[in-house]
């Protein structure tokens, strides 16, 4: 007798795609020059990208010029240091 096999039918999860598909990105990143930004830079930087709310902010984001996007960045880092 041979086993049944079960075929998922379940819906991959986009949230999980995403991240995914961010951490390859973020893993591709090659500094053109390694020396040019400290380690508190670099680990300020990567708590920034692993920040859920501010990744969502910016992945609602759907500037139409360079200038709201600047205007978003602004807004978004307002009162953070």
């Given amino acids: 007798k041979r086993p049944k096999t079960t075929r998922s039918t379940a819906i991959p999860d986009k949230d999980a795609q995403n991240t995914d598909h961010h951490q390859q990105l973020v893993n591709d990143i ?10 508190s ?5 990567q708590k ?3 920040n859920h709310s501010y990744r ?9 010029s360079l200038q709201q996007l600047v205007n978003a960045i602004k807004s978004l880092s307002e009162n953070k240091s």
């Fill in 41 to 45: 830079f670099i680990q300020q930087r």
């Fill in 56 to 64: 969502s902010a910016i992945q609602s984001w759907r500037p139409n």
């Fill in 48 to 50: 920034a990208i692993d």
């Fill in 30 to 39: 090659e500094a053109a020059d390694p020396y040019a930004f400290n380690t």
